[in-house]
């Protein structure tokens, strides 16, 4: 397990718990100026499920983003048990960070049942050892002080571009993209409610980090991380259809729809390297253009 992850596994994702239903996190010692959205969202699920008590796992999720989150000061999350019925679990989560709410999110939980089945198809793709890991800084290499430690920033997770890459220059580039991602290390078996429940925060985490590039690929020439725009997430929602290793390749599958109006809208599947399909996401975010 590298330090980024065995950091992001045993101190962020570890929530402190201050009261029932009142748990505290933090930021990595390494991050970015503005805490990452995937981080918040991350923490906000494990909030949400330390208070489901049965084996009903996690289905769905859907949250904001309200304010920049200031990665020196820790993240209070307060649940709200909004309903424990026979088939489903809701809980509804509040981040709060110097007495005003940064990010909502709503959670739904589901015992385990059977039902129909199909999916769409995993798109034929060359297998992730063929592409070079890349160093997933989201600043410019020449400007490593967008970080708290004045240094480039490491991320948790194993990311391969199979497509275009933030790093990419030219234009005519599709408002799509797919990667292969993987936590960077072996993670603990699912087997447990709290083993299956870091696995599905893993995801989220990494649900956010390349979504809204689809959206950005198509107009700027320089690439995606030369800054000529500035990106935020605004909304984030994700489902989480069949059980999955988020220490084991995904394929993330995304596409742009549309852009405008200052936002731009995005969604994502993850498939596993046997094709199953695991979870669908969509975002909308901030999309402005640097003067």
């Known amino acids: 397990m590298g330090q980024a992850l065995r950091e992001l596994v045993d101190d962020v994702l570890d929530l402190e718990r201050i009261e029932r239903d009142i748990f505290r996190g933090r930021s990595p010692r390494e991050s970015l100026l503005r805490v990452f959205g995937g981080q918040v969202a991350g923490q906000a699920m494990v909030a949400a499920g330390r208070t489901v008590d049965d ?8 949250g904001y983003f309200l304010r920049p989150g200031d990665p020196f000061a820790p993240i209070v999350y307060e649940v709200d048990r909004t309903r424990d019925g026979r088939s489903f679990t809701t809980r ?13 999110m709503s959670a739904s939980f589901q015992r385990p049942e059977k039902g129909v089945e199909h999916q769409a198809p995993k798109p034929d793709t060359p297998d992730p050892d063929g592409f070079p890991r890349r160093d997933m800084a989201p600043v410019p290499g020449d400007r490593p002080a967008f970080t708290t430690t004045g240094r480039r920033l490491t991320w948790p997770l194993d990311v391969r571009y199979v497509d275009h890459s933030p790093w990419d220059t030219g234009e005519d580039r599709d408002p799509c993209n797919r990667v292969w991602v993987r936590a960077d290390g072996e993670l603990p078996d699912p087997e447990s ?3 299956r429940l870091l696995h ?3 995801l989220t985490y990494a649900s956010d980090l390349t979504l809204l590039e689809a959206a950005v690929f198509p107009h700027v020439t320089g690439g995606a991380a030369s800054g000529e725009v500035s990106l935020a997430s605004l909304d984030h929602a994700v489902w989480f259809h069949r059980p999955f290793r988020a220490d084991r390749w995904l394929l993330y599958v995304q596409e742009s729809p549309s852009a405008g109006g200052g936002r731009g809208l995005a969604s994502g599947r993850f498939y596993t390297e046997e094709g199953v399909l695991v979870a669908s996401v969509v975002q909308e975010g901030l999309i402005r253009r640097r003067s």
Do not use: K, N
């Open 193 to 195: 409610a709290a083993g």
């Open 200 to 202: 599905v925060c893993v």
């Open 55 to 62: 084996d009903r796992g996690v289905h769905s999720l859907h």
């Open 92 to 104: 509804r989560v509040t981040a709060v960070q110097h007495g005003e709410t940064i990010f909502t």
